[in-house]
């Protein structure tokens, strides 16, 4: 059962195909309310969680009960973790350790393949930081390498803009795929995510690269020519931090929650295998991670301490009420008996080996498209499907990770007006909007059918 779900029994709600009917009004409602009326999705998914339930007729006491667990449970296996997550990707942001990140990348891959640099730097970059963060941070490095190598802006704005987008949706502990794992229970299974995720992301980055390279080369951006000179970029930091320091906070939490996934593969026992799951436990490993990013604080003082802190607090903030909320109207369906119907489907052959990822991908592209924020419909998505997984016999954590991968991919489909981050590459990058829809939509439309296109070739081969 997924995180936060559980049956009701000794009730009569309602059943049949008149909860598929409910399940449609309840997600419609969260689309309109989203898109139309600018309602907070995480408004949203608590009123659609209250609306489903009144609507199948379930026991008004029990609705309260199974809203309250719901949220409170999502938040037991996974709020931490998304707070630590985020706390890290501010602190690489304001000292200056992700554009160290990105400068070491580019001295490994070499200023003669300036979008492949570009494509990789967001890539790593963006597993901690939020894409759009990722973006305004190393637009001035882009535009500065661009200038170097003399490549149009516009092609090394594709390539930053789609590598840093691959990650944001596949690959935790960025947030979106965190609560996505941990709404249908694959909390426990991070690193098997993260690894699913990093073979996932690789043909998105080079579908992204290669749309960079052989179509957005052409696009020309006015005044091009004036972006700053690559000694200018770092001039915003009294000094970047070293190397290792910059690595650290990203590096040493995957590595932990990497061994700590072997060793539960592998069954290993004893005091050595114990501290290795404990280090390996999602939480801790992001606590150490956090306390790697400590290091790279140029002074401990109000300002770092405080306002630094703080500032990832309030990021963190939304994320949480909308995984909560998610998980809530998760609960709410699990408790319902809509979950029997979609076995039936699944038993009839309907939903049935990797046909089980279709429906994730599918939602997950028709909310992103609809409301615009990839981690909403990572979020929405996963709540929806979460009641549905067991009947369709989706167990195993090879097979959880898949469906993370099935919703991160419709997560990609497509961004465009109604997106933040599509103004922000606009923007920064200084794209018109019709060269922005032709270079950076299509891009994405590309990115997302190529992660689902991997994502069901895995499924296919390994499960």
Same mark, same amino acid.
């Given at each position: 059962m997924p995180v936060g779900s559980y049956r009701l029994e000794g009730n009569h709600m309602i059943e049949g195909p008149l909860l598929i009917v409910i399940l449609v009004v309840a997600v419609g409602f969260i689309v309109l309310a989203t898109t139309r009326l600018k309602l907070h999705p995480f408004l949203a998914?608590?009123?659609?969680?209250?609306?489903? =339930?009144?609507?199948?007729? /379930?026991?008004?006491?029990? $609705? !309260?009960?199974?809203?309250? @667990? =719901?949220?409170?449970?999502? /938040?037991?296996?996974?709020? $931490? !973790?998304?707070?630590?997550? @985020?706390?890290?990707?501010?602190?690489?942001?304001k000292s200056g350790a992700a554009l160290r990140m990105a400068e070491s990348v580019i001295r490994c891959v070499g200023e003669r393949r300036p979008q492949l640099a570009m494509s990789l730097v967001g890539a790593i970059v963006s597993i901690p930081v939020f894409c759009d963060s990722g973006y305004v941070i190393l637009s001035s490095l882009n535009k500065a390498l661009a200038r170097r190598a003399r490549v149009p802006l516009a092609s090394m704005s594709v390539a930053l803009a789609t590598g840093l987008y691959a990650t944001h949706t596949l690959v935790p502990p960025t947030p979106g795929p965190i609560a996505a794992a941990g709404n249908i229970g694959a909390a426990d299974y991070l690193g098997t995510v993260i690894l699913v995720g990093l073979?996932?992301?690789?043909p998105a980055i080079a579908v992204g690269y290669l749309w960079a390279t052989r179509f957005a080369v052409r696009i020309a951006i006015a005044g091009e020519e004036d972006s700053p000179a690559g000694e200018e970029v770092a001039e915003a930091f009294d000094h970047l931090p070293p190397v290792w320091k910059s690595f650290a906070p990203i590096v040493v939490p995957v590595a932990l929650i990497g061994i700590g996934s072997l060793i539960t593969f592998a069954g290993y026992r004893g005091m050595g295998a114990d501290l290795g799951l404990f280090l390996g436990a999602p939480m801790v490993a992001l606590f150490a991670g956090l306390l790697f990013a400590l290091l790279l604080l140029p002074r401990f003082n109000e300002e770092t301490l405080g306002a630094w802190m703080g500032e990832g607090i309030r990021h963190a903030a939304p994320i949480l009420l909308i995984t909560g909320a998610g998980g809530a109207f998760g609960a709410v369906l699990s408790a319902t008996p809509v979950a029997d119907l979609i076995k039936g489907m699944a038993e009839g052959g309907l939903l049935s080996g990797p046909?089980?990822?279709?429906?994730?991908?599918?939602?997950?592209?028709?909310?992103?498209?609809?409301?615009?924020?990839?981690?909403?419909?990572?979020?929405?998505?996963?709540?929806?499907?979460?009641?549905?997984?067991?009947?369709?016999g989706i167990a195993s954590p090879l097979q959880l990770a898949l469906v993370v991968m099935a919703i991160g991919a419709g997560a990609m489909t497509v961004s465009h007006a109604n997106d933040s981050y599509f103004w922000v590459v606009a923007q920064f990058s200084g794209l018109s909007v019709k060269d922005a829809y032709k270079a950076q939509t299509l891009a994405t439309l590309l990115q997302g059918i190529t992660a689902f296109a991997c994502t069901l070739l895995l499924y296919l081969v390994l499960v």
């Open positions: 998914l608590l009123v659609a969680a209250f609306l489903a =339930g009144l609507l199948v007729r /379930m026991p008004l006491a029990d $609705l !309260v009960q199974t809203i309250n @667990t =719901g949220f409170g449970n999502m /938040m037991r296996h996974i709020g $931490l !973790v998304i707070v630590l997550g @985020t706390l890290i990707g501010v602190i690489l942001e073979l996932v992301s690789l046909f089980v990822l279709v429906l994730p991908f599918v939602i997950a592209a028709g909310l992103k498209t609809a409301q615009g924020s990839s981690t909403a419909a990572l979020v929405v998505t996963s709540a929806l499907v979460a009641p549905f997984l067991e009947g369709m």
